[in-house]
C-alpha cells in the first residue's frame, strides 16, 4: 500500500507494519509504530483489500491490523480496549466488538 509522509514524499508500505487506520475529516491516516501516515485509500478500500491479511474494521472510524493487538479489555457498554504493540490504545465500538471476538476465537 502507498501513502505519504509529512513532506508528501511518497511512501510504499507493508500492510504488516500498520497499527491502524483511522479517517478524520475525510482523510484516512495509518499508524505505525513511531510515524504517521497520510492515504488516498478509504477505511472501506483498505478493509476490503487487508481483511486477508488480518485488518478488522473496530469501528466506524477505524481499521485495526489484528496482528499489532497486544491486549484486549472489556469496557462499559459493550466495547472493548485494544492495545496496540506500541502501547496505544484504541476503542473497539459496541457494533463491532462481537465480530472481532468471532474472528479472534474469543
Not at 510515524?35 to 487487508?50: F, M, N
Not at 497486544?70 to 457498554?77: Q, Y
Not at 459493550?78 to 504493540?85: D, G, K, N
Request: hydrophobic content about 40%; charged content about 25%.
Amino acid at each position: 500500500m502507498y501513502a505519504w509522509d509529512a513532506d508528501k514524499s511518497t511512501i510504499l508500505l507493508s500492510p504488516a507494519t500498520v497499527l491502524y487506520a483511522e479517517s478524520v475529516e475525510e482523510n484516512t491516516f495509518l499508524y505505525c509504530k513511531k510515524v504517521v501516515y497520510q492515504t488516498p485509500l478509504t477505511l472501506a478500500e483498505l478493509e476490503l483489500r487487508c481483511s486477508a491479511l488480518g485488518f478488522q474494521r473496530v469501528s466506524r472510524t477505524m481499521v485495526a491490523n489484528l496482528h499489532r493487538i497486544h491486549s484486549l479489555k472489556s469496557c462499559a457498554a459493550a466495547r472493548i480496549e485494544a492495545t496496540m504493540e506500541n502501547g496505544e490504545r484504541i476503542m473497539v465500538s459496541r457494533h463491532y466488538a462481537p465480530l472481532l471476538k468471532e474472528r479472534l476465537g474469543v
